[in-house]
């Protein structure tokens, strides 16, 4: 039985999507923990006015890499830029670099894809159907490929509710749509696309799954694999516990309600989320492509449970700068309670805040953030609020084959080992610092900041008391009346309580 890294000894591996989330973690380890890789090609594109090489010489620059500085100062002449736009004919890779990846090239993992939960049709169609078919026939040039593996995701079929490691038919063939996509405008296809997805909830699950299908249409030519993760969350150990850079799914839920912005969400009553630690999605992808290249495989994350009481006491504990309210979020999946709360926590708060900036010569801007985050929660709504049944067997079969040192250390893939309550923690402290960049030394402040939060919330609901008391008395006779008895009875105390103790003394 050889190790995974004794796999990885010597060989040439491309991948897509490198500059994402996922794909950084997945160089970062490749380089870490296979140290005798021989290059990683990465297809990368020129954005934002930086070029391919400034994109890639930034990202390695960053933290997630020190670990893989320490151990080998040299090791960005293992990487490979190649210029590349998966939305263009041939993915825009010049002759001479197809020519030298056909060449070279021994195992391809291919995580680019729009995750965009609004993307418009023709595009997630462009990238994550088109840019995959391409792709496969980049890799059927490759003399030497040994793996193909694909980064699909665990709600490609979302529209079942158990689902198995196997590629179910396509909600429409290929072929099909793509070409009819080609002659209409864009106001035909946005007018068509919820006939089209049916009962997916977005153009992402819709466009996985089709990418899914075009894979497994290689099978007899090519030895893939296909990861289906379940929701991506920050690192668990590797390199460090916490790392996180973006507001996918739920870091953007746990920044606006350590925020105290976000207060209520639709979930299911035990508000459980199918969360997976990006390291072990990495771990496991790895260990694949060393098994997919003698076998075949479609294996699935097994997730764990993430709880939202977990969320809000490491928030108080490590809070975030200038919160709007003290973090506190009810999760109902109940419409009319969520309604309420949206109304009382969300849009009251929101309106007296812009109120007072409107009369201090400010610019309103509350209600904005609100209107965009309900946009953002509402389409993680379909995700939050129901549960699925998925089969795990390819991945414990997986875990199996591996060494012992493998398994149990270096491509640990195992979540039942995992400490929930401590990954959240440093989930939370991950999204503080390496998302939102702050200072661990503010926390103290942070921390002042909340105790003013909660004198101004008791101060207001004590005047709000008072005041709606003094009204209703004003109108009710009935109202005046119990004041009164309520009133003498507190004096009949006092004094009763008063005299005993002259007693005593
Ligand atoms: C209550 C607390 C505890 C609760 C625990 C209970 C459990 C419930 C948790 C449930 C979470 C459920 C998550 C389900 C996710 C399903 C995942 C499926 C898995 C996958 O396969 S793929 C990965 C998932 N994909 C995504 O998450 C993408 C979703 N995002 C989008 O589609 C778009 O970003 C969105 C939401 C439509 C917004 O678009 P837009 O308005 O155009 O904004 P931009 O994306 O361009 O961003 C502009 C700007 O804002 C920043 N940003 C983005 N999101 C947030 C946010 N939530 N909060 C704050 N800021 C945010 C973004 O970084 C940009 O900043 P710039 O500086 O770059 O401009
Ligand atoms: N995050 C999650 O929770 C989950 C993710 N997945 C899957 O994992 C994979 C990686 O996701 P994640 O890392 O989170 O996504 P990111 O959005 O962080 O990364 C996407 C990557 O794709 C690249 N890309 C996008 N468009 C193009 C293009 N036109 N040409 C070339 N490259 C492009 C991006 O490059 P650039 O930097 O140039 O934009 C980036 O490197 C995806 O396939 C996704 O479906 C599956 C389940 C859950």
């Known amino acids: 039985m ?13 991948i897509t999507g490198a500059t994402g989330f996922m794909g950084k973690v997945l160089v970062e380890k490749l380089l870490r923990c296979c ?5 990683l090609f990465l297809l990368v594109r020129p954005k934002a006015g930086q070029s391919m090489q400034q994109r890639v010489d930034d990202m390695i620059k960053c933290k997630l890499f020190d670990r893989v500085r320490e151990d080998d100062a040299h090791f960005h002449r293992k990487i490979v830029p190649i210029s590349s736009e998966l939305t263009e004919p041939g993915l825009a890779i010049s002759p001479e670099d197809a020519d030298k990846l056909a060449a070279c090239v021994n195992i391809v993992f291919h995580c680019a894809a729009t995750i965009r939960f609004d993307e418009p049709l023709k595009h997630a169609v ?18 030497h490929l040994e793996a193909f593996i694909h980064i699909s995701t665990a709600y490609a079929n979302c529209n079942r509710k158990h689902i198995d490691e196997v590629i179910y038919p396509p909600p429409v063939e290929p072929r099909k749509l793509i070409e009819s996509l080609e002659w209409m405008d864009d106001r035909i296809v946005q007018d068509i696309t919820p006939r089209l997805i049916g009962n997916r909830p977005n153009t992402y699950t819709y466009t996985k799954a089709l990418a899914e299908y075009v894979v497994q249409q290689e099978q007899d030519k090519l030895n893939i694999g296909i990861i289906r993760p379940s929701i991506v969350g920050a690192s668990w150990q ?11 799914g739920p870091s953007g839920v746990f920044i606006a309600a350590g925020k105290g912005i976000l207060r209520t969400m639709r979930a299911n009553n035990d508000a459980v989320a199918d969360l997976i630690p990006v390291d072990v999605v990495i771990n496991l992808t790895l260990a694949a492509g060393w098994y997919t290249a003698v076998h075949k495989l479609v294996p699935r994350c097994p997730p764990g449970p993430l709880q939202k009481h977990h969320v809000m006491s490491s928030f108080k504990r490590n809070p975030l700068e200038q919160a709007f309210r003290r973090p506190n979020a009810n999760i109902t999946s109940n419409y009319l309670i969520y309604q309420y709360w949206i109304l009382v926590s969300h849009k009251f708060p929101a309106l007296l805040y812009d109120l007072v ?16 985050l309900h946009k953002a929660i509402s389409l993680l709504e379909y995700f939050s609020s129901q549960d699925w049944e998925w089969n795990s067997e390819n991945v414990n079969m997986l875990m199996a084959q591996l060494s012992p040192e493998d398994r149990k250390v270096t491509f640990n893939f195992d979540v039942r080992q995992l400490n929930w309550p401590e990954y959240i923690e440093n989930y939370c402290i991950g999204t503080k610092k390496y998302v939102l960049n702050e200072d661990m030394s503010d926390i103290p402040a942070a921390r002042q900041h909340l105790r003013k939060l909660r004198n101004i919330r008791y101060t207001f609901n004590t005047v709000l008391v008072v005041f709606i ?4 008395i004003a109108r009710s006779q009935m109202a005046r009346n119990i004041w009164y008895f309520v009133v003498s009875l507190c004096f009949k105390f006092l004094s009763y309580f008063r005299a005993s103790s002259t007693l005593t003394n």
């Open 2 to 14: 050889t190790s995974v890294a004794d796999y990885y000894a010597g060989k040439n591996v491309l």
């Open 35 to 39: 140290p005798q890789v021989r290059a």
């Open 126 to 143: 462009q990238l994550n159907v088109i840019g995959t078919q391409q792709l496969l026939g980049l890799a059927r040039r490759m003399r």
């Open 238 to 248: 590797e390199p460090f516990p916490g790392w996180i850079d973006n507001f996918n």
């Open 357 to 372: 900036l409107r009369l201090t010569g400010q610019k309103p801007q509350m209600m904005r953030i609100f209107n965009r």
């Open 469 to 472: 008391w003094r009204v209703f």
